[in-house]
């Protein structure tokens, strides 16, 4: 299958600060891919989808301007939480669709963000 | 937009035993429905997936079943192993590869050595 990988795997910082976590796809590329979020014991729920080379298009109910993603090749995608707060503490996934377009979503190791 | 309802939110069964984990959704547009084990602290991975044209699929001692009429599909484990010990996502989307999965709640399955 397709390889999707994250990084880094998990992070701590203060509260205030930004954070950027990463996503590649190793062995295809990606024009569109995914940032889910998952709060400990839940569901994914998709925060945006990431189209190489445009706009983020993002889900009702997550701000925009707070986690900012940038899909500037075809092979990364990042995700910036900025002046991140406590309650942004999560695990955060991406995944990426082969182009193929037949729907199989690849999902990277996730990054579990921590702000103190 | 696509409501996926996953059952039950925790299986216990022993080894060697099956389980059966079931959902439903509402969109009858879907027509691609992937199933993904979770461990913890760990992405989700896809372990099998069905399409709408098709009523069953079977890997090893994993299968899945679809019913579109009802509107409901279900993973099926065969031989438990501790391993299979996972959270089991269910999830539907109209299958274009731009087109984001709607995921059911989750199944924290477990297995009884």
């Known amino acids: 299958g397709a390889v999707v990988s994250q990084h880094p795997s998990w992070v701590i910082c203060k509260s205030g600060t930004s954070v950027k976590i990463e996503c590649r796809s190793l062995?295809?590329?990606?024009?569109?891919m995914f940032w889910y979020r998952q709060f400990p014991k839940q569901s994914l729920m998709l925060m945006a989808t990431?189209?190489?080379?445009?706009?983020?298009?993002?889900e009702q109910g997550v701000e925009k301007d707070k986690f900012l993603i940038n899909h500037a090749s075809l092979t990364l995608s990042t995700l910036t939480v900025t002046s991140a707060h406590p309650e942004d503490s999560s695990f955060y996934i991406c995944?990426?669709?082969?182009?193929?377009?037949?729907?199989?979503?690849?999902f990277g190791e996730g990054s579990r963000l921590t702000v103190l | 937009g696509e409501n996926v309802e996953q059952h039950p939110s925790t299986l216990s069964v022993q080894e060697g035993d099956s389980a059966v984990i079931k959902c439903t959704y509402s969109?009858?547009?879907?027509?691609?429905f992937p199933w993904y084990k979770q461990e913890l602290g760990k992405g989700p991975q896809l372990i099998i997936d069905?399409?709408?044209?098709?009523g069953e699929k079977k890997d090893q001692r994993i299968a899945v079943t679809l019913n579109k009429t009802a509107k409901h599909f279900s993973l099926h484990i065969t031989e438990t192993q501790p391993e299979d010990s996972a959270v089991y996502f269910c999830?539907?989307?109209?299958?274009?590869?731009?087109?984001?999965?709607?995921f059911g709640k989750g199944t924290h399955l477990i297995i009884q050595p």
């Open positions: 990431s189209n190489e080379g445009s706009k983020a298009t993002y």
């Open positions: 969109d009858s547009a879907s027509n691609y």
């Open positions: 999830a539907a989307s109209k299958g274009g590869g731009a087109d984001g999965l709607t």
């Open positions: 069905i399409r709408s044209n098709v």
């Open positions: 062995d295809f590329q990606a024009t569109t």
């Open positions: 995944s990426a669709s082969l182009p193929s377009g037949h729907g199989e979503l690849f």
